[in-house]
C-alpha cells in the first residue's frame, strides 16, 4: 500500500463518525415517545394487546437499548487508527 | 403479484399522529447519515468500500441486515404459517454453515487479494470474459430485485396505509438515491446496522403479544397440533425420510439442495453480501463479519416464523390463495390485531426500513460492479479518481431510474418470492460451482471458468423457460428452482472439468494469493492465523460455536 492511500484511509476511518451515537440517540427518542404513550394508554389499547402493556415495556426496552449504545460509545470512545493498526491490518498488500 | 398483498380495506392499519411521527423521524435519521457520511468521501474507495475501515461487528450486522429484507421477513412469516417449523432450516442449515464457511474458507482469499468486487477477482482467477460475463448478469439482476423491493414497499404501504403507489415508488427510490449517492457504502452500511434494530423493534411487540395471546410457546405448539397443520409441523426432520411433509422435501433435498447449493450459492458468491466484508478494517475483521452475522440469524426465526404460526391459529381463514387471508399477509394481519399505536408505528417503520436497505443493498452493488468492472475496465480505462467516484454518483441515479421502470415489470408476477427465488437459482448456483472448482483446484483454466459460468447460467435459464411454457413439471416453484440450481451446479462443474482437460492451466505465479494451496502472502497460514491475536476473535472458533449453537437448537425440535 503507497503512503498516500494509508493516509486516505486513516483520513476517512478518522472522519467517519460514530453509528453508536444514531442508533444511541435514536432508540433513546423511540423510548421516550413509546414510554410516555405506554403510561397513558387506555384500557381498550390493552386490551388489544391482549392485557400486556406492550408500549410502556417496549418503550422501557427501547430507552435501555439506546441507553446501552451511547454508554458503550462513552466508554469506548471511536479511535483513529494508529500507524501499528493499519499496518498489522495490511501486512500483505498482494498485487497493488 | 396479488399474492403478497390484496386490495381492498381489509389490512387498513389506524395509524396515529404519533405512529407518523415515528416514522419521520426515522426518514430523516436516515438521510441525515447520508450527509454526515458524505464528510468521509475523499476517493472512490471510500464510496464504494467504506475506505476499509469498518469494525467488526459493523459490517457482520450489515451482512446480516443487508439478508433481512422486508420480502425476506414477510415471506418467511408466510412459510412458518405455511409449512411450520420446517421453515427454521431457511436459517440453520441453509444459512449458518454458509456464513461460516464463507469466513473461515473464502474470506482469506476476497479480501487478502485486494479485489474490489466479486467479478473482479473472476477477472484474476481466470480471464476477461468470464469477468465481462459476470459482471453484466450481476448488474442486471440487482437492478431487478432492487426494483422488486420498491414495487413491493410500495404495495405494503398501499394496503396498509392507503398511499398511492406512485407516491411510495417515488418517495422510497428519492430517499434511497439521496443517502447512497451522497454518502455511498458507508451510508448504505450505517444504515443498515440501524435498521437491524429498527425491525427487531418492531418485530418483538408482534412476537410478545403474539405468544401471551395464545397461551406461551406451550399453548401454541398445542393449539399448532389442533391446526389443519398438525404435529408434521412441529417437526424439522422427522418425517424427512420421504417427501410426506409439509414442506414436500426429502432430507437429502434439504441438505444438499437447500443447504449446500442454493445456500452457499446465495451467502458466499452473492456481491451484495461480499462487499459488506470488504469493507471491514483488517483481514481478521473481514473474516469475522459472517461469522458475526451468523448469531443473529440464528435467533431471527423467534421473531418471523413464531408470527407465522400464531397467526395460522389467531386468524381465521388464513391460508387463502387471494383476498386478505393469503399467509403472505400474515404480519400485516397481526399488526392490525395485536399492536396499539405506538409500536404500532415503530413496527411500520421497521418494514419500510427495511424495504429500503433490502433495495439499498441492491444499488449500492450495483454501481460498485457498474463502476469499477463494466465502465473502469471496458469503457474509460485510467481517468482519474474523482472521475470514477462522479461516475459512481451518476451509476447510483442511473440505477434507481432503472429500478423504477423494473418495479412495473414485477407488478406482472404474481408471486414475487418466487420471482427471486428463480433469480437466485439463475444466477447464483453457476457462479458457486464455477468459484468453488476454480478456487481449490488450481488447473482449472481461464477458458474452462467462462464456459462453465456461461453454459450453467443457460442450463437453468432453460430449465426455468420449460417450467414457464408447461414442457417441464415439477410439483412447486420452489422444486424448480431446487433443480434449477442442481442443473446449473452439475453442468457447470462438468463443464469445468472437460475444457480443463483440453485447454492450457494458468501459470502458477498468476494464481497465487487466488486458489487454495498456492497462497500468496495474505493467504498462507501463517499470515491468516497470525491476524487472530486475541482467542475471542479467532474466526474458526467462533464459527464452530455457530455451528454447534444450530445443532443444539435443532434438538428439542427435531
Known amino acids: ?96 | 403479484m396479488g399474492g403478497l398483498v390484496a386490495e381492498g380495506p381489509g389490512l387498513r392499519l389506524d395509524l396515529d399522529v404519533f405512529d407518523y411521527l415515528i416514522l419521520a423521524i426515522y426518514f430523516a435519521t436516515v438521510l441525515g447519515i447520508g450527509f454526515a457520511a458524505r464528510r468521509a468521501i475523499t476517493s472512490s474507495s471510500d464510496f464504494f468500500l467504506s475506505g476499509r475501515s469498518m469494525p467488526a461487528w459493523v459490517t457482520g450486522i450489515a451482512f446480516v441486515s443487508a439478508n433481512l429484507g422486508a420480502l425476506e421477513i414477510i415471506g418467511m412469516a408466510a412459510n412458518g404459517a405455511q409449512y411450520g417449523l420446517m421453515t427454521l432450516h431457511y436459517y440453520w442449515i441453509g444459512a449458518v454453515p454458509a456464513m461460516v464457511f464463507l469466513g473461515i474458507v473464502m474470506m482469506p482469499f476476497y479480501y487478502g487479494s485486494k479485489v474490489r468486487s466479486v467479478p473482479e477477482f473472476l477477472r484474476r482467477r481466470f480471464n476477461t470474459p468470464t469477468h465481462l460475463l459476470n459482471a453484466i448478469i450481476f448488474a442486471i439482476a440487482q437492478v431487478l430485485i432492487a426494483g422488486v423491493n420498491l414495487y413491493a414497499l410500495a404495495l405494503i404501504l398501499d394496503a396498509l396505509l392507503n398511499w398511492p403507489l406512485w407516491l411510495s415508488i417515488v418517495i422510497g427510490a428519492a430517499i434511497v438515491l439521496t443517502y447512497i449517492s451522497i454518502g455511498g457504502l458507508s451510508s448504505a452500511i450505517y444504515n443498515e446496522v440501524l435498521q437491524f434494530f429498527v425491525i427487531l423493534a418492531g418485530l418483538l411487540p408482534l412476537t410478545i403479544v403474539g405468544l401471551v395471546k395464545v397461551g406461551g410457546i406451550d399453548g401454541l405448539f398445542d393449539k399448532v397440533r389442533n391446526s389443519d397443520l398438525g404435529d408434521a409441523a412441529l417437526h424439522t426432520w422427522q418425517g424427512t425420510a420421504n417427501s410426506g411433509n409439509p414442506l414436500g422435501a426429502n432430507w437429502i433435498g434439504i441438505v444438499f439442495g437447500l443447504g449446500f447449493v442454493l445456500s452457499f450459492g446465495y451467502w458466499t458468491t452473492n456481491f451484495a453480501e461480499v462487499q459488506r466484508a470488504l469493507s471491514a478494517k483488517d483481514m481478521s475483521a473481514a473474516r469475522r463479519t459472517p461469522i458475526i452475522g451468523a448469531f443473529p440469524k440464528l435467533l431471527i426465526p423467534a421473531v418471523t416464523v413464531i408470527p407465522g404460526l400464531v397467526a395460522v391459529v389467531t386468524v381465521k381463514g388464513l391460508g387463502a390463495s387471494s383476498g386478505d387471508l393469503t399467509y403472505n399477509n400474515s404480519i400485516p394481519l397481526l399488526m392490525r390485531d395485536l399492536l396499539p399505536n405506538g409500536v404500532l408505528g415503530v413496527a411500520v417503520t421497521g418494514l419500510v426500513a427495511s424495504f429500503m436497505a433490502g433495495m439499498a443493498a441492491n444499488v449500492s452493488g450495483f454501481n460498485t460492479v457498474f463502476t469499477y468492472d463494466l465502465w473502469q475496465t471496458y469503457v474509460r480505462k485510467g481517468r482519474s479518481d474523482e472521475y470514477y467516484l462522479r461516475v459512481g454518483r451518476w451509476a447510483t441515479v442511473g440505477g434507481i431510474i432503472i429500478s423504477i421502470g423494473t418495479a412495473f415489470i414485477a407488478s406482472g408476477y404474481d408471486n414475487i418470492m418466487n420471482y427471486i427465488q428463480a433469480l437466485f437459482s439463475l444466477i447464483n448456483a453457476p457462479l458457486f460451482a464455477t468459484f468453488i472448482v476454480g478456487m481449490f483446484w488450481k488447473r482449472m483454466s481461464a477458458p474452462a471458468g467462462f464456459w462453465s459460468l456461461l453454459l450453467g447460467t443457460l442450463s437453468s435459464l432453460t430449465l426455468y423457460l420449460l417450467y414457464l411454457g408447461d414442457v417441464v413439471k415439477f410439483n412447486s416453484d420452489l422444486s424448480e428452482s431446487f433443480w434449477g440450481a442442481g442443473l446449473a451446479f452439475t453442468t457447470a462443474v462438468v463443464v469445468a472439468v472437460l475444457v480443463t482437460l483440453v485447454t492450457k492451466p494458468k501459470p502458477e505465479n498468476d494464481l497465487r494469493g487466488l486458489v487454495y494451496g498456492l497462497a500468496g502472502t495474505s493467504t498462507s497460514g501463517d499470515a491468516v492465523l497470525a491476524a487472530d491475536k486475541v482467542w475471542w476473535r479467532n474466526p474458526a472458533l467462533l464459527g464452530g460455536i455457530a455451528v454447534v449453537l444450530a445443532l443444539l437448537l435443532y434438538i428439542p425440535v427435531w
Open chain 1, 1 to 96: 500500500m503507497t503512503d498516500d492511500e494509508e493516509l486516505k484511509k486513516r483520513s476517512a476511518a478518522a472522519k467517519l463518525f460514530d453509528i453508536r451515537r444514531v442508533i444511541g440517540a435514536l432508540f433513546v427518542v423511540y423510548g421516550v415517545i413509546v414510554t410516555l404513550l405506554g403510561i397513558f394508554d387506555n384500557q381498550s389499547e390493552i386490551d388489544k394487546a391482549s392485557g400486556v402493556r406492550i408500549n410502556l415495556w417496549m418503550g422501557l426496552a427501547m430507552l435501555a437499548l439506546g441507553g446501552v449504545f451511547l454508554a458503550w460509545q462513552w466508554w469506548r470512545p471511536p479511535v483513529a487508527p494508529t500507524d501499528e493498526d493499519l499496518q498489522t491490518s495490511d501486512e500483505t498488500p498482494s498485487g497493488t
